[in-house]
């Protein structure tokens, strides 16, 4: 079976449709957000937060529902819940099985930020897949951090966020952007030539047509013209809409209203800068720590 691809990065840094683009590829199958590795059973992952016991568990129970019935209703979600109940025993490397032999030989894509919550989080990651190729897809923190501000705004299940995930670190925009790449690049140090691959998310999004072929030779898939022209369409992903009543979520709220590419405005994306007032924080400027990262990882 191949390796599965994991894609890195804070929440609001363009990973859904990303993760949709790539599962759209003849040779691989991008999931939700499964956030598997918040424990080391199925058990540990299903009731062991409050994130998990409101709308972190819909990923996974939309890819079941899907790969189990081939449909997405109410019915599917609740038979979903019960094979995921009668299983809290199993490690999350055999759940992760479970789901590749149903997918079969398709390379498996998982965009789950809750991977970056905490260091043990993608220390599973490592230990569980050490051979898996691992895409950092970053996005500058000004445009990570306002994104996140108006999606918590936007969605009522969202405004308090930093209780849901029991970590005031985390409730702070720009602390959550600046530990969770800290926390990519301390883990993915010395790892072996071909399996890390870093990539601002805008200049992908901005120049799909350069860098969608450059991420298929990296994964050593087809780049031929079809292949690229099925990733120009996340929209088809079984995954790029609302679920069933009991499971909605398993993706950003944004993408699944709106999934379909407009190259047009993409092509129009800028990097904001790093200088000036916070929007979200009048009077207050960047940490000299979170400019230091972003320059690092070539932000200006």
Same mark, same amino acid.
């Given at each position: 079976?191949?390796?599965?691809? !994991? ?47 409101? !709308? ?14 081939? $449909? ?23 759940? !992760? ?60 299940? &969202? ?7 029991? +970590?005031?670190?985390?409730? +702070? ?25 870093? &990539? ?16 298929? +030779? ?36 944004? !993408? ?18 790093? $200088? ?25």
């Amino acid at each position: 079976m191949p390796q599965p691809l !994991f894609i890195l990065c804070p929440p609001r840094s363009y990973s859904s449709i990303v993760c949709a683009m790539l599962g759209q590829h003849p040779q691989c199958y991008g999931l939700p957000e499964l956030n598997l590795f918040l424990g080391d059973t199925l058990g540990e992952i299903w009731y062991g937060t409050v994130f998990m016991r409101s !709308f972190g568990k819909h990923g996974l129970l939309r890819t079941l529902a899907e790969l189990h019935d081939g $449909e997405q209703t109410e019915d599917s979600v609740i038979r979903a819940q019960s094979w995921i109940e009668t299983r809290l025993n199993w490690p999350i490397a055999k759940v !992760f099985a479970h789901i590749q032999e149903c997918v079969g030989e398709r390379i498996l894509i998982d965009k789950s930020p809750s991977t970056l919550f905490r260091q043990e989080a993608l220390a599973r990651v490592m230990l569980n897949f050490p051979d898996a190729s691992l895409l950092h897809l970053t996005r500058h923190p000004r445009g990570t951090s306002e994104s996140v501000i108006a999606l918590r705004e936007g969605h009522e299940g &969202l405004k308090s966020l930093n209780q849901v995930l029991n +970590d005031s670190d985390r409730s +702070d925009p720009e602390r959550m952007w600046r530990l969770s790449h800290e926390l990519v690049l301390a883990m993915t140090t010395g790892l072996p030539l071909g399996r890390y691959m870093r &990539l601002k998310g805008e200049w992908l999004m901005a120049n799909l047509a350069v860098y969608l072929p450059q991420i298929c +030779d990296w994964l050593d898939i087809r780049s031929d013209a079809d292949a690229i022209q099925a990733m120009m369409h996340p929209e088809t992903s079984p995954y790029a809409c609302p679920g069933p009543a009991n499971a909605p979520r398993g993706n950003d709220p944004n !993408f699944l209203e709106n999934p379909r590419l407009d190259p047009e405005r993409l092509a129009r994306l800028k990097e904001p800068r790093l $200088e000036g007032e916070l929007s979200w924080n009048p009077g207050a400027h960047f940490d000299p720590r979170t400019v230091g990262l972003a320059k690092r990882l070539g932000y200006a």
